[in-house]
């Protein structure tokens, strides 16, 4: 039987990317740095089979995109309630779809592996 554990990644619009390095980057290249970084979680989280579900939990197109493509679930956060509310929706969201427990991972773990999750 598989776990009944889901992965709930929320992920900003990329409109707001990584704003802290926007002295050495500019939007554009926050921007890719961004999707290169989902684009790597959501493969590692993909090759967890002790996970049931990954969430992806973001108001914007594009990452919603890259969520579905993934084989994410999506919950489309449009309201901006800020990071605390997304994941107590996120939370309720997975409980409901029979969740037994969640992990909250960052979109932003170049380091990430498969057996760090696992």
């Known amino acids: ?9 929320p992920v900003k619009p990329l409109y707001h990317a990584k704003s802290r390095l ?30 049931a579900t990954v969430l992806v939990v973001s108001a914007d197109p594009v990452v919603c995109t890259m969520g579905r493509t993934s084989g994410a679930r999506i919950l489309r956060e449009d309201r901006a309630p800020g990071l605390n509310a997304s994941l107590n929706e996120a939370g309720d969201f997975a409980s409901a779809g029979g969740a037994a427990g969640v992990l909250i ?5 170049p380091r990430l592996r498969p057996e760090s999750i696992a």
């Not at 039987?1 to 990644?9: F, G, S």
């Open 1 to 9: 039987m598989r776990n009944r554990i889901w992965a709930i990644v």
């Open 22 to 51: 926007a002295a050495v980057l500019d939007t554009a290249q926050r921007q890719a740095l961004v999707v290169a970084l989902l684009r790597h979680t959501l493969s590692v989280l993909a090759q967890v089979d002790e996970l």
């Open 105 to 109: 991972i960052p979109a932003d773990l």
